[in-house]
């Protein structure tokens, strides 16, 4: 597991999560995933490719997601309405605009696809080099889940190295 991948995504949850809400949060679960990752609830999927390459997930189900919703609608949001999924969206653009941030300053080259809803109830399992590491942050307004695999793009790395080395 590739921490240096990884914790820039848990960071920009953490205060992403803590800024939009007006609350501290608290890290709950903590697991390494092998199996294929199950939907809690509304999901939305981020994939990355470049030098880094990989996925976020972020996970919420749907009472915890209307909560969400209305604190930021600063009016009722029930589970169904459309400004929960786009509340969702919003999020992850967020979380990972800071994450990116992050890893950018640190030289990694990459692009980000737009975010998707993640609709399948079981989702991609980890593989030979993609361990993923699956959390859960706990808010006043419920549990939030974030699923990152990362890992360093092979044949990139090799390219950096054969230039390097010139």
Same mark, same amino acid.
Do not use: W
């Given at each position: 597991?590739?921490?240096?991948?990884?914790?820039?995504?848990?960071? %920009?949850?953490?205060?992403?999560? %803590?800024?939009?809400?007006?609350?501290?949060? &608290?890290?709950?679960? +903590?697991?390494?995933?092998?199996?294929?990752?199950?939907?809690?609830?509304?999901? +939305?999927?981020?994939?990355?490719?470049?030098?880094?390459?990989?996925?976020?997930?972020?996970?919420?189900?749907?009472?915890?997601?209307?909560?969400?919703?209305?604190?930021?609608?600063?009016?009722?949001?029930?589970? &169904?309405?459309?400004?929960?999924?786009?509340?969702?969206?919003?999020? %992850?653009?967020?979380?990972?605009?800071?994450?990116?941030?992050?890893?950018?300053?640190?030289?990694?080259?990459?692009?980000?696809?737009?975010?998707?809803?993640?609709?399948?109830?079981?989702?991609? %399992? &980890?593989?030979?080099?993609?361990?993923?590491?699956?959390?859960?942050?706990?808010?006043?307004?419920? &549990?939030?889940?974030?699923?990152?695999?990362?890992?360093?793009?092979?044949?990139?790395?090799?390219?950096?190295?054969? +230039?390097?080395?010139?």
């Amino acid at each position: 597991m590739k921490m240096e991948l990884i914790q820039p995504f848990i960071n %920009a949850a953490d205060a992403v999560l %803590a800024e939009t809400l007006q609350c501290q949060t &608290s890290i709950g679960d +903590v697991n390494m995933e092998e199996e294929a990752y199950r939907r809690k609830g509304t999901a +939305v999927l981020i994939s990355i490719h470049g030098d880094i390459e990989g996925r976020v997930i972020l996970d919420i189900d749907g009472k915890t997601a209307a909560a969400i919703a209305t604190a930021l609608a600063g009016e009722p949001v029930n589970e &169904s309405d459309q400004v929960v999924k786009e509340t969702m969206f919003e999020l %992850a653009n967020l979380i990972i605009g800071n994450a990116v941030t992050t890893l950018n300053d640190q030289g990694f080259r990459f692009k980000i696809e737009p975010p998707q809803l993640h609709t399948d109830a079981q989702g991609m %399992a &980890s593989s030979e080099d993609t361990e993923a590491l699956v959390m859960c942050l706990d808010t006043p307004s419920g &549990s939030v889940y974030l699923n990152i695999a990362m890992h360093y793009n092979r044949r990139r790395k090799t390219e950096r190295e054969a +230039v390097v080395g010139r």
